[in-house]
């Protein structure tokens, strides 16, 4: 591809992208596809000969196009929102033209100063105080593990990266049963295995641990001989919002000398509203905290913020410097790649940064807002309907339902309502199980959802619930 046909394929996709996201409410959010109909229209094996971009292009509409799920329609309320504001898919093209390996300050000055300066923008934004550095990292995942490395390292003394766990204390780590999957891969990767992340019962509305147990568990924990090396907070579970008393468990984790991670992936973006920081009140005593703004914020996937409270911490347990990565004669220097588990590192700071300066915080805050109330709207217009109970009442804009039919088994119902929900097209919803019953998730955060959009969602369940009772 010559620089004409670059310029003339970039100008096409563009227009094309531009044209997508105008049509999207005219199609289906899910695609109707059965498994392996994608994979039987390619070509088995590799071409031996370049070909024309009209080809491949059209190749794309035609068998790719088809079988995508459309995370940026807005009656996407499926799992949580990926968003990608228009803003940032812009910025994504200038990203991708430069391709740049952001690893040092010295391969991209401009990335790594333009990161701590976002970074603190949002921790501005957040309302954390002074004192929290932070990192931009690919996903939440990635920070929980770069979080339970640290909190290792720290109990060991950091002796765990040099002479590994074997010979070593049994470590535990405590949390709900509300956090995401990802702490559980943490804890994997991380060498602490399964049977040591200690699961805290729960109570209240939200879900909360039991900070009475917590403490309890730390303390039997050192009289048997384990090592206790931190505490993960869930503030807005992925299940049904589950959130911890943040303030309660780091005064526990204060009180045992343990590192203190709090993941709020999803709800942390709200917190850009003052009136809605008292879910995670405390969090200002977290060691580490991530959110991301390529959930509700509109920064276009891969884009998690970990704040950290000494990141010096985070260095001696991640950072490698051999000689071809050490940049001589600049002192005082922030070399992301020593703050992340990968070494290749994208530059995610410019859409967010573009998009912080095209919408502005009152924007953002605005969208939110309106997803909370029109989610808390659709939760008492459900309650107020024949057979639907409201099972997780809402946290932010998730909750989860149910619908009940007389004479029916209400797990497979549910998982057949929903099922049909979606093969109808017209809104995405997925189900979880709360307190071992199938209930079906509902969540406003598509970045362009309008509250009509949240309208034909009560008209499809209603109505779909009604045909299949």
């Not at 920064?299 to 990565?325: G, M, N, Y």
């Amino acid at each position: 591809m010559n620089s004409d046909e670059f310029r003339e394929w970039s100008l096409h996709a563009a227009e094309w992208g531009a044209d997508y996201r105008s049509t999207l409410r005219e199609r289906p959010v899910r695609p109707l596809v059965e498994p392996g109909e994608i994979s039987r229209s390619i070509d088995v094996s590799p071409p031996e000969h370049g070909e024309r971009m009209q080809a491949i292009f059209a190749d794309f509409e035609q068998k790719i196009l088809p079988g995508m799920t459309h995370w940026q329609h807005p009656r996407f309320f499926a799992y949580f929102p990926a968003n990608a504001a228009p803003v940032s898919v812009v910025a994504e093209y200038l990203v991708s033209a430069m391709a740049a390996q952001c690893m040092l300050w010295q391969t991209s000055p401009a990335a790594t100063e333009l990161e701590t300066r976002v970074v603190d923008w949002m921790r501005q934004a957040l309302g954390l105080p002074e004192g929290f550095s932070g990192v931009m990292q690919d996903s939440a995942s990635s920070a929980t593990l770069a979080a339970v490395l640290t909190m290792r390292e720290r109990a060991l003394d950091w002796q765990g990266n040099k002479k590994g766990l074997q010979g070593q204390p049994i470590l535990r780590v405590y949390s709900s049963d509300q956090v995401h999957t990802s702490i559980d891969r943490a804890i994997w990767v991380s060498g602490v295995g399964e049977d040591n992340l200690v699961r805290i019962p729960v109570a209240g509305r939200f879900r909360a641990m039991d900070v009475i147990a917590l403490e309890a568990a730390i303390v039997a924990d050192r009289e048997n001989g384990m090592l206790p090396a931190g505490i993960i907070a869930s503030v807005g579970g992925t299940s049904t919002g589950g959130t911890d008393d943040v303030a309660g468990v780091a005064a526990v984790a204060k009180r045992h000398g343990l590192h203190l991670h709090v993941d709020a992936a999803w709800a942390g973006s709200a917190m850009i509203c003052p009136e809605f920081r008292h879910f995670w009140a405390g969090a200002e005593h977290a060691d580490s905290i991530v959110f991301n703004p390529h959930k509700w914020l509109g920064a276009q996937f891969d884009c998690s913020v970990q704040f950290i409270r000494q990141p010096e911490d985070l260095v001696r347990t991640l950072a490698i410097k051999p000689e071809f990565l050490r940049t001589h004669g600049r002192d005082g220097i922030i070399n992301y790649s020593e703050w992340s588990v990968p070494l290749g590192r994208r530059f995610r700071a410019l859409k967010l940064w573009f998009l912080l300066r095209a919408h502005g915080l009152e924007n953002l805050r605005t969208m939110i807002r309106n997803h909370v109330a029109w989610s808390e709207g659709l939760a008492e217009r459900l309650a107020g309907e024949p057979d639907f109970e409201i099972v997780s009442e809402p946290m932010l804009s998730l909750f989860s339902f149910r619908h009940l039919v007389a004479g029916t088994d209400s797990g497979q119902h549910n998982l057949r309502l929903v099922n049909a929900i979606n093969d109808d097209g017209r809104i995405y919803l997925t189900q979880t199980r709360v307190d071992g019953q199938v209930a079906i998730r509902f969540q406003v955060g598509q970045f362009e959802t309008t509250a009509a959009d949240v309208d034909i969602a009560f008209e499809v369940i209603t109505e779909i619930a009604r045909r299949l009772a």
